[in-house]
Every structure is written in structure tokens, then in C-alpha cells.
Nanobody, 111 residues
Framework: VQLVESGGGLVQPGGSLRLSCAAS????????MSWFRQAPGKERELVAQ????????NYADSVKGRFTISRDNARNTVYLQMNSLKPEDTAVYYC?????WGQGTQVTVSS
């Protein structure tokens, strides 16, 4: 199983980033997917979840209205569109499938 995140980087407050997670080695279309994040000195926290079909999503209160999770089952990829980014969004973002984690991608929001 592989989960490979990409799309992180440095962005100014108010900016946007789109994270991608390319999945392989399991039946992606049958698996719910999630994005987590972990800031320095803090516990890893759930950011967003999406059902296997994409019809159902769930978000942490801190990102509701700013982040959107989506998936393309034909491409075995899950996305996290992040808008109106704030310094407190700075963290390593991880893609998660049941029992599996990606390696993480750094997102830094700073002027």
C-alpha cells in the first residue's frame, strides 16, 4: 500500500493550496479517506473525511467553509483544497486510508 501526498509548500495568509494523495495497493474506490494534520508540539488531528463514493464528507470545525475534500476514484486520488489559509493551518498534512498513512507534506502559512 502506498499513499503519496503532494502539493504542500509555503503560502501567505489568505492564500490557497491544493493537496493531492495518490493511492495504490488497495481497493481505493471502496475505502473512505481522510486528511489529518499535525502541528509542532500538538497531537495529530482529523481535518476532513470523505466516504468511498464521495457523497459524504465531514470537516473539523476549524476548517469548515475553507477546506474541501474530494476524490477521483478513476485516478485513485484524494484531494484537499485549502482556501483562506491562516498561520494556524501550518502543519504536516497526512493522507489516511483505514490502517495506512502517507508520509506527510508540509504546509506553512506565513507572511
Amino acid at each position: 500500500v502506498q499513499l503519496v501526498e503532494s502539493g504542500g509548500g509555503l503560502v501567505q495568509p489568505g492564500g490557497s493550496l491544493r493537496l493531492s494523495c495518490a493511492a495504490s495497493g488497495f481497493t481505493f474506490r471502496s475505502s473512505p479517506m481522510s486528511w489529518f494534520r499535525q502541528a509542532p508540539g500538538k497531537e495529530r488531528e482529523l481535518v476532513a473525511q470523505i466516504s468511498s463514493t464521495g457523497r459524504s464528507t465531514n470537516y473539523a470545525d476549524s476548517v469548515k467553509g475553507r477546506f474541501t475534500i474530494s476524490r477521483d476514484n478513476a485516478r485513485n486520488t484524494v484531494y484537499l483544497q485549502m482556501n483562506s489559509l491562516k498561520p494556524e493551518d501550518t502543519a504536516v498534512y497526512y493522507c489516511h486510508a483505514p490502517n495506512y498513512w502517507g508520509q506527510g507534506t508540509q504546509v506553512t502559512v506565513s507572511s
